[in-house]
């Protein structure tokens, strides 16, 4: 798929796969507006991108997006850029660890205003546009963790099952627009998504952001909805498939006990 010359919109830029996607865009030709919470992380990144590719204009957009409203004000800075979205990437994404009992109610439903409420709400504001000039792109970031439920990671888990329906209808409402919708599910990847949990599980097996981002610009050549990063992750998803629910439920709630 050819990117050079277009604008892409990344959340989550400042680090990890939201980063990694911005780097290959870059290199790809593509003009970026990169939106995140911290500013001087997000400068940083500008200053890197414009030096190694002088032809691309890279904006900054500074947002915390777990807060509601916050995607009409970052589609106003856009259009104060100037800037028409071609390519909109929703990468940003945060997950609570332990039993639900014991967390505050603020952080979770940040949690899924983030996760969900924003996702959609910047995909309402940018997609239609795409689908008038017969053209663009529309990834989501979901997870492993939206096939099967999630003890330990419960919103979280219910979160990314949202996130994959929701694209994947997208996919097929979308079918002849010329725009293409993935969801992106990465399995575990070295992040900082395990520091903002405050706790360390998955440790086995993880992929590095430039992975998963390779995977997920193969797949845009393709045609399918949905693609799963790595082998190991395919299979261990595909398993709510044949397994008994309360199985899954107990290998689950394993996987994602603290080491």
């Not at 800075?77 to 039993?99: C, E, M, P």
């Not at 959609?120 to 939206?146: C, H, I, K, W, Y």
Request: proline share 4%; aromatic share 6%; net charge neutral.
């Amino acid at each position: 798929m050819e990117f050079s010359n277009t604008t892409a919109l990344v959340t989550g830029a400042s680090g990890g796969i939201g980063e990694e996607f911005a780097v290959q865009l870059a290199r790809r030709g593509a003009h970026l507006v990169l939106v995140a919470r911290r500013a001087e992380k997000l400068e940083a990144l500008r200053q890197t991108l414009t030096a190694r590719h002088p032809g691309i204009v890279v904006d900054i957009v500074t947002a915390d997006l777990s807060v509601p409203g916050s995607g009409a004000d970052v589609e106003a800075q856009v259009r104060t850029l100037g800037r028409s979205i071609d390519v909109l990437i929703n990468n940003a994404g945060i997950g609570l660890h332990g039993k639900f009992v014991d967390q505050e109610p603020d952080p979770n439903a940040a949690q899924i205003q983030l996760n969900c409420g924003t996702l959609v709400d910047l995909t309402a504001r940018f997609l239609p546009a795409m689908a008038e000039r017969r053209q663009g792109v529309v990834l989501n970031v979901a997870s492993t963790a939206a096939f099967q439920p999630t003890p330990g990671m419960a919103v979280y888990g219910a979160t990314k099952a949202f996130v994959l329906s929701y694209t994947e209808a997208l996919w097929q409402e979308c079918r002849g627009t010329g725009v293409k919708i993935l969801a992106l599910c990465p399995g575990a990847t070295e992040t900082e998504f395990f520091d903002r949990t405050g706790e360390q599980f998955l440790t086995d097996g993880r992929q590095s952001a430039a992975q998963v981002v390779d995977n997920a610009f193969s797949a845009l050549d393709k045609s399918d909805p949905t693609v799963i990063s790595g082998f190991r992750n395919a299979l261990l998803a595909s398993g709510y498939r044949i397994a008994p629910r309360k199985l899954l439920l107990a290998v689950s709630e394993r996987m994602l006990k603290s080491t």
